[in-house]
T-cell receptor, first 112, second 109 residues
């Protein structure tokens, strides 16, 4: 089945220690998104790639970076995680910007 | 600024007790309204897209409707497995999705 895969499902990191989350897709979609979701809140868009074109949301902290080396993979790098960065990180894909988005299972990040 | 609110925040139903969830929005130039289901600890699962006022979509016990200011997700004769958080998102032309905070639905056997 075509899908969006996120690894790892659970990640524990120490305060200030860099961490990388990964996302892959078999849907061959052009657009990939990274969202942050805290408990009982709406998903918050961090950035998205339209093909190789990177789009950063204005209020995304500089601490967050992303890479998309090819169509299938996208990475979220958190350079110096703080306690406030503990959240569920969701990767999503869509065929184009104005189509429904399909989400992966998420990575739950804990910062100690 | 585009805004989405959802009500109620939480809803408890008995199995078989039909009800509706509300998604109210303000957006300049609606491109689409999207409903998702999210189980605890998982990513949102796509349910429906609605594009214009008057449109309706159905899937099993769920029916989504759209007006110019709001959307309803009607749940008919719910079962315990329908328990989840239901999110709606709106998209204006040329803009990203804006998600609402969700409605937590619990269906008791």
């Amino acid at each position: 089945d075509a899908m969006v895969i996120q690894n790892p499902r659970y990640q524990v990191t120490q305060f200030g220690k860099p961490v990388t989350l990964s996302c892959s897709q078999t849907l061959n979609h052009n657009v990939m998104y990274w969202y942050q979701q805290k408990s009982s809140q709406a998903p918050k868009l961090l950035f998205h790639y339209y093909d190789k074109d990177f789009n950063n949301e204005a209020d995304t902290p500089d601490n967050f970076q992303s890479r998309r080396p090819n169509t299938s993979f996208c990475f979220l790098d958190i350079r110096s995680p703080g306690l406030g960065d503990a959240a569920m990180y969701l990767c999503a894909t869509s065929r184009d910007r104005e189509y429904e988005q399909y989400f992966g299972p998420g990575t739950r990040l804990t910062v100690t | 600024e585009d805004q989405v609110t959802q009500s109620p925040e939480a809803l408890r139903l008995q199995e078989g007790e039909s009800s509706s969830l509300n998604c109210s929005y303000t957006v300049s130039g609606l491109r689409g309204l999207f409903w998702y289901r999210q189980d605890p600890g998982k990513g949102p699962e796509f349910l429906f897209t609605l594009y214009s006022a008057g449109e309706e979509k159905e899937k099993e016990r769920l029916k989504a409707t759209l007006t110019k200011k709001e959307s309803f997700l009607h749940i008919t004769a719910p079962k315990p497995e329908d328990s989840a958080t239901y999110l709606c998102a709106v998209q204006a032309y040329g803009q990203n999705f804006v998600f609402g905070p969700g409605t937590r639905l619990s269906v008791l056997p």
